[in-house]
């Protein structure tokens, strides 16, 4: 994991912390006011945080102007640090939560001990003087129980009355308030309405409001959970650093850390920020960034990556980026951008849920009218009562909360694999992929070309034979020549004094050492230079090239002394993630510029049966679009400058987080890692984040769709059963927590490795 790229493609992007909004309905309201403002290019809310995501080069005080004109209220987070924030939004949650108990202890305190009344044969009813005085001041203790507990239901009703709008508070202050109402209309004038019909409704009003704010109490508890993806990215961040200032070690706030400071990193310390190791070897964790929990040794050259954690030895690196441009608040940014983006399938739900409020209000008017018209006696308290019902039970809250909850923990979950998915629609899109197309070189293969093996015809040593032919290559720039050389140093092996070094250009090398002459390079130079090539060595130059490997012949005076084969090694781990892929019907198809003989000697090994060599790289985004021509959703996985068209023209791109800037900024998903297990692992988890989603939105579509026509009285004709408000109230609650709760459930998924 070496280079991250600025992740936010517009800077002007601000997030505003919205306060009074209540249900889905609100969502749709909130992004039409802040899209109408002039110079605001795209607004999107997420409903489970509470937050909307606004770009475009527009004045902070307008768009909190445009919110508050519908009757939200808006705070900028723009002066803030994500854990400022996140300590602010706790505390605020935390009084929050701990003022809806209050509120629901309010409720439930008159609500129940009237439930139980009514239960144990007490009368409801209003047929004498003194049930008139009595009722008349349980009625005034529930004016003081909506006021002090259910006061945010009214205010948010009256400010979407206002504004020519409706949402969850409509339904709730309508419902409970037609309850009330209807019960003082019964108390105050009893005659006013058939004796049957003298029932009074108190105990559902108190119920009704206390049983709601337990469930928003409880939804905010667990909606709390979901965002403990970003909680531990945001502790993975150092409070301070050591730098190195006028030959003194200081401990400065890590906001002080400046460009090119050296940093001084000891055993068990934090990073504190990204820097190039210059002094000092080590080990460190990344295992948080990237889900590999080898610890990865760093020594001069290295890059070290704030966030991780050094594990044995003590190091002074040079600060190359600093502040919001570390790897780490980079990746912050990305996940709570992901976040905050819908799905298509999220944006249903919201499109749904605006039409759904004033949909409910016509049904349980037209439920009303149907009880007075043709109920039975006493009819007007049939029609109250239909009409409370249905208004409560129907409260699209759970429909609100279905997508965005699912996506924050997908996505969270994502990121603690070391897989950033960039929006909404990539973790969509990633769950419904038929044919994956992979890279060859750097995504499949290492991308660092390594010496395999080493045939000498006499009995000479393999590290003799390595240490000549890497000084001689010593002098070579090409890239053959690094990889021979860096294998020699690997095994510490000391380079000798060449004399009269000279490239033959598309031939190789000679030069001479220890006064021998000696040549290395393909079959053509051993030609030109009369060197005897026997039968049984060509074979076994071929058997190597047909493996995926370049073979090199070396000469000694004249003489054959060895073949070196050099190659780019598949990774470890390639065969069995792609045989996740394959086994998961993913269709696998391989790209390379190589040759036609190396590319089917690597595709034979990790198991491709499909591959396309020498593919040009403007090339690769035709076969792309080939692939989705047939039907297929691509996604196309690669680490290169020449995969970025097609990683662009892909359903979805997929960036090893190794590779180059430029793949990664093309891609919908970045691997941090270079494993294609985090392939796999991406496209398990938004598959288990797409079901969660269709699991909340069948459930909380279906529970408002199928409560309606029992909330109206559909039973009432075969059984005589009539659905009481504050079971509708109790129900309506707990549908939201069920959502979050289901969501949750996503935080224990684990990608399967076979």
């Given at each position: 994991?070496?280079?991250?790229?600025?992740?936010?493609?517009?800077?002007?992007?601000?997030?505003?912390?919205?306060?009074?909004?209540?249900?889905?309905?609100?969502?749709?309201?909130?992004?039409?006011?802040?899209?109408?403002?002039?110079?605001?290019?795209?607004?999107?809310?997420n409903f489970a945080l509470r937050t909307v995501t606004v770009a475009g080069s527009v004045d902070t005080a307008q768009l909190i102007q445009a919110v508050e004109s519908i009757g939200y209220n808006a705070t900028s987070t723009q002066n803030s640090s994500d854990e400022e924030l996140l300590d602010e939004k706790e505390v605020a949650e935390q009084k929050y939560y701990h003022k809806l108990m209050m509120q629901m202890w309010v409720g439930l305190g008159l609500g129940v001990p009237l439930m139980v009344y009514g239960l144990l044969g007490g009368s409801m009813t209003v047929n004498s003087p003194l049930e008139r005085g009595v009722w008349l001041f349980i009625g005034l203790l529930c004016v003081a129980v909506m006021f002090f507990a259910g006061k945010h239901f009214y205010v948010g009703a009256y400010k979407s009355f206002v504004n020519?709008?409706?949402?969850?508070?409509?339904?709730i202050a309508l419902g409970t308030g037609t309850a009330w109402l209807?019960?003082?209309?019964?108390?105050?004038?009893?005659?006013?309405?058939?004796?049957?019909?003298r029932h009074v409704y108190f105990e559902a009003t108190a119920m009704i409001i206390g049983l709601i704010n337990l469930g928003l109490a409880l939804e905010m508890k667990a909606r709390g959970r979901t965002?403990?993806?970003?909680?531990?990215?945001?502790?993975?961040?150092?409070?301070?650093?050591?730098?190195?200032?006028?030959?003194?070690?200081?401990?400065?706030?890590?906001?002080?850390?400046?460009?090119?400071?050296?940093?001084?990193?000891?055993?068990?310390?934090?990073?504190?920020?990204d820097g190039v190791v210059f002094e000092g070897a080590t080990s460190i964790d990344e295992s948080m960034l990237t889900g590999e929990p080898m610890p990865v040794k760093k020594t001069a050259g290295d890059e070290v990556v704030a966030g991780t954690i050094n594990k044995t030895g003590s190091i002074v690196f040079k600060a190359t980026r600093v502040g919001k441009d570390t790897a780490l608040a980079q990746i912050i940014n990305m996940v709570k951008r992901a976040?905050?983006?819908?799905?298509?399938?999220?944006?249903?739900?919201?499109?749904?849920?605006?039409?759904?409020?004033?949909?409910i209000m016509i049904i349980a008017i037209a439920s009303a009218m149907v009880w007075l018209n043709f109920g039975p006696e006493p009819s007007i308290a049939f029609a109250v009562v239909s009409a409370t019902t249905v208004l409560i039970i129907a409260c699209p809250c759970a429909l609100g909360l279905a997508t965005p909850m699912s996506v924050m923990v997908g996505v969270g979950k994502a990121a603690e694999a070391g897989v950033l998915i960039r929006n909404g629609?990539?973790?969509?899109?990633?769950?419904?992929?038929?044919?994956?197309?992979?890279?060859?070189?750097?995504?499949?293969?290492?991308?660092?070309?390594?010496?395999?093996?080493?045939?000498?015809?006499n009995d000479m040593d393999d590290n003799i034979i390595l240490g000549i032919i890497s000084s001689l290559e010593a002098g070579s720039e090409h890239p053959l020549a690094q990889a021979i050389v860096e294998s020699a140093s690997e095994k510490n092996l000391a380079l000798t004094k060449v004399e009269a070094f000279k490239a033959i250009a598309g031939r190789g090398v000679q030069g001479i050492v220890n006064s021998d002459n000696l040549f290395f390079g393909n079959e053509m130079l051993m030609l030109e230079q009369d060197i005897a090539l026997n039968k049984d060595m060509i074979a076994s130059a071929q058997q190597l090239a047909s493996a995926a490997k370049t073979p090199m012949y070396f000469a000694i005076n004249g003489k054959l002394a060895a073949i070196m084969a050099v190659s780019d090694p598949i990774k470890e781990d390639s065969v069995s993630a792609i045989q996740r892929l394959q086994g998961n019907g993913i269709r696998v198809v391989m790209?390379?510029?190589?040759?036609?003989?190396?590319?089917?000697?690597?595709?034979?090994?990790v198991g491709i049966n499909e591959f396309f060599a020498e593919v040009l790289p403007e090339d690769k985004s035709t076969k792309i679009a080939e692939l989705q021509a047939q039907g297929e959703i691509v996604g196309m996985t690669g680490d290169g400058i020449n995969d970025a068209p097609a990683l662009a023209l892909a359903n979805v791109g997929f960036a090893i987080g190794t590779g180059t800037d430029v793949a990664i900024e093309s891609a919908d998903v970045t691997l941090m890692r270079g494993s294609l297990h985090g392939l796999a692992d991406a496209i398990a988890i938004s598959k288990a984040t797409l079901r969660n989603i269709k699991q909340n939105l069948f459930g909380a579509f279906i529970y408002n769709v199928a409560g309606v026509p029992f909330a109206a009285g559909i039973l009432y004709p075969f059984f005589g059963m009539l659905l009481?408000?504050?079971?509708?109230?109790?129900?309506?609650?707990?549908?939201?927590?069920?959502?979050?709760?289901?969501?949750?459930?996503?935080?224990?998924?684990?990608?399967k490795e076979h």
């Open positions: 994991m070496s280079k991250i790229i600025e992740t936010d493609p517009d800077p002007l992007t601000q997030e505003l912390i919205i306060e009074g909004a209540g249900c889905a309905s609100c969502v749709g309201k909130i992004e039409t006011a802040l899209n109408e403002v002039k110079g605001v290019k795209h607004a999107a809310m020519h709008s409706a949402n969850m508070d409509t339904l209807y019960s003082m209309v019964v108390v105050i004038d009893p005659l006013f309405v058939p004796e049957m019909a965002s403990e993806a970003i909680k531990r990215l945001i502790g993975l961040q150092a409070k301070t650093a050591r730098v190195i200032r006028d030959q003194q070690e200081v401990d400065i706030a890590i906001a002080q850390v400046l460009l090119n400071d050296s940093v001084r990193v000891r055993p068990g310390e934090r990073v504190a920020v976040q905050n983006s819908k799905p298509p399938i999220g944006r249903l739900a919201d499109l749904i849920s605006a039409y759904f409020v004033p949909v629609e990539a973790l969509q899109t990633s769950s419904r992929i038929t044919a994956m197309v992979l890279d060859k070189t750097g995504t499949i293969t290492l991308g660092a070309p390594k010496v395999t093996d080493i045939l000498v015809v790209l390379t510029g190589d040759n036609q003989v190396k590319a089917k000697a690597v595709a034979e090994k009481s408000p504050v079971i509708a109230g109790a129900a309506m609650a707990f549908s939201s927590l069920t959502v979050v709760s289901n969501a949750n459930r996503l935080r224990f998924f684990k990608p």
